[in-house]
């Protein structure tokens, strides 16, 4: 029987169990899990701060490992089948349906009423949904993409490569725009690569601790801000000065702290465009002390503010692209060395390395289970 790491509800510790293996459906496979992430969503989850989540939870939404066992035949979107031994990883939404409103006329299917996720909102209660295991059941119609790059490379990127991807595509930059990154997480750190990637002449990265601005210089970033040690007032003093006084062209928000999200407009000069990606858990609104006045933060700037929702099958595809790319993969291949490996009985001490930003970046190895 599989052993897996689960949170049985809000705020209480992550127990070990034992759970039976699964009859496998038509079309469908079991998955060995190599890695699986420890991410920030992970976090809330376990502070129960996300709506819609079936306890008790197997956590662990990004995972690469192997397809030990197949059922029917799968194949991936390139036509190719599947084998038994297959080095994977696969989108951890599942169920998009290609049939609703959200799907079908407003083309943003990271907003279908129908989408479950591997890790969030699958509980214990329909199997093996959890990359805190060692094994994962691959229902039908799970996205599965084959994984030609090595293992601790694509984790290192995780969910948050993905979500940044996403963010920058929303963020639509242009070459040789400036763009500023809130936040140094691993979306931040990601964002940060991608805009480089997608033509920014310079990003900027307003973030903390140090150790994490150390790494968004190690990715690209041309100048790095601690905002712990700086107020509002300094941090637009200091975007300002780095973009002729004018502010940056794209504003990436990714903090998990509301404020920020009025403060990205604030640091984007007229006419920009701000993406907001750090909400995915409801913070809350703004402090008094942030008080957005739509004519001067928005209206008179003539910006562009956009949320970003998730990620659908094409950014988790086109991520793995890059990490599998010998050039285009080298700055996540660089950040292998800060990766933390836990074990599922270190769940609980992974979790609280994550939650403290100790860590960039937190994987569960079930394989070196003691
Ligand atoms: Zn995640
Ligand atoms: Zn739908």
């Known amino acids: 029987m599989p052993l897996v790491a689960v949170i049985p509800k809000p705020n209480a510790p992550v127990e070990l169990r034992e759970v039976p293996s699964p009859e496998l459906e038509e079309n469908s496979a079991l ?17 129960g701060r996300l709506e819609g989540v079936p306890y008790p939870l197997i956590p662990g939404h990004v995972s690469v490992g192997h397809l030990s066992k197949i059922r029917g035949r799968l194949f991936d979107v390139e036509g ?8 994977v990883t696969f989108l951890d939404v599942h169920r998009t349906c290609n049939a609703c409103w959200y799907c079908l006329v407003a083309k943003a299917s990271t907003r279908c009423p129908q989408r479950k996720v591997y890790g969030i909102t699958y509980g214990l209660d329909d199997g093996l949904c959890g990359g805190w295991a060692e094994q994962i059941y691959l229902k039908p119609g799970t996205r599965i993409i084959r ?11 995780g969910c948050a490569l993905p979500t940044a991807l996403h963010a920058v595509e929303r963020g639509e930059i242009a070459i040789a725009d400036t763009v500023l990154v809130l936040g140094s997480g691993p979306v931040g750190i990601n964002a940060i690569i991608l805009s480089l990637m997608r033509g920014a002449l310079r990003v900027l990265c307003i973030g903390a601790p140090d150790q994490r601005l150390e790494v968004a210089t190690q990715v690209g970033a041309s100048a790095v801000f601690n905002f712990e040690e700086h107020d509002e007032g300094e941090r637009l003093e200091w975007i300002l000065d780095q973009t002729h006084g004018r502010g940056a062209d794209v504003t990436i928000e990714a903090t998990g702290a509301p404020d920020a999200v009025v403060q990205a407009m604030r640091f984007t000069r007229d006419a920009g465009r701000v993406v907001v990606v750090g909400q995915y858990t409801d913070h809350g609104p703004v402090s008094t002390d942030a008080a957005f006045n739509p004519h001067v933060d928005l209206n008179k700037k003539h910006l562009d503010v956009r949320g970003c929702w998730g990620s659908d099958f094409s950014h988790f595809y086109r991520g793995v692209q890059i990490v599998s790319h010998p050039v285009h993969s080298q700055l996540w291949t660089a950040l292998k060395a800060r990766l933390s490996r836990y074990t599922l009985a270190q769940a609980s001490e992974a979790l609280e390395s994550v939650a403290s930003g100790r860590v960039l970046k937190a994987l569960i190895a079930p394989k070196f289970a003691t």
Do not use: H, K, P
């Not at 089948?81 to 297959?86: T, W």
């Not at 994984?147 to 290192?156: H, I, K, R, S």
């Open 31 to 47: 998955f060995e899990v190599e890695f699986s992430e420890v991410c920030g969503t992970d976090v809330y989850l376990q502070q």
């Open 80 to 87: 190719r089948e599947f084998r038994e031994g297959d080095r």
């Open 147 to 157: 994984l030609d790059a090595n293992a601790e490379t694509f984790m290192v990127g």
